[in-house]
């Protein structure tokens, strides 16, 4: 499945954040790496009990380190 299919809603439309899980993959880290990342600064948001990721802040954080 190409990556822009991996992260279009049911209605085809583009979700602007990324799950734990897809982090993961878009990063090629462990579940441990990611926690380690989030401790120094990668930011992340809370919806509801699920923590989810910005992909435009994703992007630039791996340009700033």
Known sequence: MAE?????????VERIFL???E?????????QTLYK???QGL?????????VFLKDD???WIKEH
């Open 4 to 12: 822009e299919e991996k992260t279009k809603s049911p209605r085809g």
């Open 23 to 31: 982090t993961q993959e878009f990063l090629g880290v462990s579940h």
């Open 37 to 39: 990342l989030m401790q």
């Open 43 to 51: 930011p992340s948001h809370k919806i509801g009990k699920k923590r």
């Open 19 to 21: 799950t734990f899980q």
């Open 58 to 60: 994703l992007i630039q």
